[in-house]
């Protein structure tokens, strides 16, 4: 408790409510009032100059001393220097070349090792379309023939504790996985529970890894993206709670690093495969939700793309269900919020309801999705396999 | 004011109640008034310059640091309640928060994102509280570091009293006599003025934040949860639909009965009470008095107890959720 300003003569000042009440402007009463009791006349800046820059050259004395280093207050940061972007993470991806090449391995820079022995062909990737939005519609801004990204996948096979005691089932599971997955042309590469890489697609080909996918920004986003994106997968079970080991981290990173020198992939666009998979029919993401969680970018060498926010959903106005949130256990993406409100952004700039606009978003996107799942299979001739 | 023409500072002054839960600006309009408010709350996302486009694009405010992408006032909120997080404050029981790393930068982001460059020393008046009944003062770091922020924007600032700026605000009639209470997120701040001269003032840390966070973890709800229950639906009048509205009711009378207290004990150890030969009015205001039923719950627990002066009314502020920061501007108006 603090009383403030005891004096007997502000008391019963009967006069000084008298000529208070007199007084029609409130402000004109406080300003009397204040003015009664004492509260300092303000000076006007152009009399007596020099009495104005004494007391300002004291308060300031007394600002110094009064604000000692103990308070530690840091001084305001240019505007400009406070929404300065952030050093891209990993931005320059060293060159990393192949230090020696057999029948059965190749060996690179970085300490690489890639087996070759279950490597496989599908059929050359064709050039694929780069989309952009552009007002109400889609339109292509570029072709593209190289790879411009990374998707990350979990085999979701059977897991048992790396412990030498499980030496025969492990190798007998991850020689089990290795077949299944050259069988369905499923990765491009595979990393097992040991850490060893193993190509399985040719990265000159298509591997069935994405689906029904979309990836991107408003400038540049990519619709299924089997031809345009590769896929790594990590020999666990998200599923199971298994997740990567450190060996298959050490090796994800030498992996990812390669592959991004070798075609330039930029980091936002190496995710999760449960982060760019989609079912347009329901407009929802999340159909697959293989590293839906707790995937380690930061192990890799990546920023937390977690923080993106999902094209499907920006672009798309995709939703998530009950099941999807199940699968990830409550943890969303921040990038999911951040896409809800570009989704609200839109519906207000376009003066629809929330749920109007973003019904409109979805089935404009399920229009360009099934056009072009049915065009690509037209052009290869080749079933669907995820 | 007849002096506007001659002394730039004194020219469209503005009033800015710093609330734990909320930052509002006033300025003179015309004859009436407009207030501007922000939540004085960010959220962190981690960064990714993609997000970066995205929130630049709509417009949306925010700061990158090593520690991610913080997104600050209203927006906030909505990012809060999409990501299911609580929201970070800068502030916590009316003063900055000394155990949230990002405190300073961000209280600073949003005030100069609300209030802006003062131009030619434009003046301003900004509420603090009081110091808390029982307590050191602790207010004085508080006080200089607004001091410094604001005056560094280019104002003439001067910091009012919060309970004396509800005052200024609502009691011209008693020609500003009577007592201002601030039920804010933080703290309750209470004034007592005489004839616009503040006579006693204290504050007690049980207000909206305690209201949200003790009846959260009674009913295993989210604090944010709480709050939005709180300000939509909530109604003091002992009409309870579920549990959730039960336990507010339940923490909103344990708010009342320590601040009638606090008022209590304040006036009996008040070394000399004046002498006043009218009854006081009693003027309530915050977003924490919003509920319907407050006003009322508030006078039968007051009425309870015996003060050493007669009560001509308890009233809620025509505007609770404003009255700080226009109390605030009427200071500085008066200052002209």
């Known amino acids: 408790m603090r009383p403030l300003s005891a004096e007997s003569a502000l008391y019963e000042d009967a006069a000084v409510e008298r000529r208070a009440a007199r007084i029609a402007d409130p402000v004109a009463r406080l300003r009397?009032?204040?003015?009664?009791?004492?509260?300092?006349?303000?000076?006007?800046?152009s009399q007596a100059p020099w009495i104005a820059a004494g007391f300002a050259a004291v308060g300031l004395i007394w600002l110094m001393t009064s604000l000692a280093p103990p308070l530690n207050i840091a001084p305001p940061l240019p505007a400009a220097a406070s929404q300065a972007l952030m050093p891209d993470f990993a931005p320059h991806a060293a060159a990393v070349w192949v230090v020696e090449r057999t029948a059965a391995y190749e060996q690179y820079s970085n300490g690489l090792r890639v087996e070759l022995a279950y490597e496989t062909r599908t059929h050359a990737r064709r050039p694929f379309a780069v989309m952009a939005v552009s007002g109400p519609a889609f339109r292509v801004v570029g072709w593209r023939n190289?790879?411009?990204?990374?998707?990350?996948?979990?085999?979701?096979?059977?897991?048992?504790?790396?412990?030498?005691?499980?030496?025969?089932?492990?190798?007998?599971?991850?020689?089990?996985?290795?077949a299944a997955v050259r069988q369905g042309h499923c990765y491009h590469y595979l990393i097992d529970r040991f850490g060893r890489v193993f190509r399985i697609v040719a990265e000159s080909d298509v591997a069935y890894h994405a689906g029904r996918s979309v990836w991107g920004t408003p400038e540049a986003f990519y619709v299924n993206l089997n031809g345009s994106f590769l896929g790594v997968a990590f020999e666990s079970s998200t599923s199971a709670g298994a997740p990567a080991t450190t060996a298959q981290l050490n090796a994800g990173r030498a992996l990812t690093e390669m592959l991004r020198a070798r075609y330039g992939i930029a980091a936002e666009n190496c995710v999760t495969h449960a982060q760019v998979s989609v079912n347009p029919g329901a407009a929802l993401i999340g159909f697959h939700t293989d590293w839906g969680a707790s995937f380690p970018f930061a192990a890799l060498g990546l920023p937390d793309n977690y923080a993106i926010p999902p094209a499907s959903i920006a672009?798309?106005?995709?939703?998530?269900?009950?099941?999807?949130?199940?699968?990830?256990?409550?943890?969303?993406?921040?990038?999911?919020a951040v896409a809800e409100l570009q989704v609200r952004a839109g519906a207000a700039a376009s003066g629809l309801p929330m749920n109007t606009h973003r019904t409109a978003l979805a089935r404009r996107a399920r229009s360009l999705i099934t056009a072009l799942h049915a065009h690509s299979f037209e052009k290869e001739g080749i079933d669907e396999k995820r | 004011m007849k002096n506007v023409e001659t002394n730039p500072a004194a020219a469209n002054p503005c009033g800015l109640?710093?609330?734990?839960?909320?930052?509002?600006?006033?300025?003179?309009?015309?004859?009436g008034y407009d207030f501007r408010t922000q939540l004085n709350?960010?959220?962190t996302v981690p960064h990714s310059r993609i997000t970066e486009g995205v929130l630049r694009k709509e417009a949306i405010p925010f700061t990158a640091s090593d520690g991610g992408i913080h997104v600050h006032g209203n927006e906030a909120e909505r990012l809060a309640a999409l990501m299911d997080v609580e929201t970070r404050?800068?502030?916590?029981?009316?003063?900055?928060?000394?155990?949230?790393?990002?405190?300073?930068?961000m209280l600073r982001e949003i005030l100069t994102m609300l209030a802006g460059r003062g131009e030619n020393g434009r003046r301003l008046y900004y509420t603090v509280p009081a110091a808390p009944l029982g307590a050191e003062d602790g207010v004085t770091y508080h006080d200089a570091t607004l001091r410094q922020i604001l005056s560094n924007l280019g104002y003439t600032v001067h910091s009012i009293n919060e309970g004396l700026a509800v005052i200024y605000a609502e009691l011209e009639a008693t020609n500003y006599t009577g007592i201002g209470i601030s039920c804010g997120g933080g703290l309750c701040n209470v004034c007592l003025a005489y004839l616009s001269v503040p006579v006693l003032s204290f504050s007690i840390p049980k207000a909206g934040d305690y209201i949200d966070s003790s009846a959260a973890s009674a009913a295993g709800e989210r604090a944010n949860r709480?709050?939005?229950?709180?300000?939509?639906?909530?109604?003091?009048?002992?009409?309870?639909?579920?549990?959730v509205q039960q336990v507010i009711g339940v923490y909103y009378d344990e708010m009342i009965r320590s601040?009638?207290?606090?008022?209590k004990d304040a006036l009996r150890n008040m070394p000399r009470m004046p002498q006043l030969n009218r009854p006081l009015p009693v003027v309530l205001s915050g977003g924490t008095a919003l509920p319907a039923g407050f006003r009322e719950r508030f006078e039968r627990i007051f009425r309870e107890e015996t003060f050493p002066f007669a009560i001509s009314e308890i009233r809620l502020a025509a505007d609770p959720l404003h009255t700080s920061a226009r109390g605030a501007l009427v200071a500085a108006l008066a200052e002209a």
């Not at chain 1, 009397?32 to 800046?45: D, I, S, Y």
């Not at chain 1, 990374?150 to 007998?172: G, Q």
């Not at chain 2, 404050?89 to 930068?105: F, I, K, T």
Request: some cysteine; proline content about 6%; overall charge neutral.
């Open chain 2, 226 to 243: 709480i709050r939005m229950v709180k300000e939509q639906s909530f109604h003091l009048n002992g009409y309870c639909e579920d549990k």
């Open chain 1, 315 to 336: 672009l798309f106005g995709f939703r998530h269900d009950a099941a999807f949130d199940a699968a990830l256990r409550g943890r969303t993406w921040p990038g999911v």
């Open chain 2, 259 to 263: 601040l009638v207290s606090g008022m």
């Open chain 1, 146 to 178: 190289e790879p411009n990204g990374i998707v990350f996948h979990t085999t979701e096979s059977d897991v048992v504790p790396i412990e030498a005691a499980n030496r025969d089932a492990l190798e007998r599971i991850g020689e089990s996985t290795l």
């Open chain 2, 89 to 105: 404050r800068p502030m916590s029981r009316g003063v900055l928060n000394g155990d949230e790393p990002e405190s300073l930068s």
């Open chain 2, 41 to 43: 709350a960010f959220v």
């Open chain 1, 32 to 45: 009397f009032l204040r003015r009664m009791h004492g509260a300092p006349r303000p000076r006007r800046p």
């Open chain 2, 17 to 31: 109640d710093v609330g734990t839960s909320r930052i509002c600006l006033a300025t003179r309009s015309g004859d």
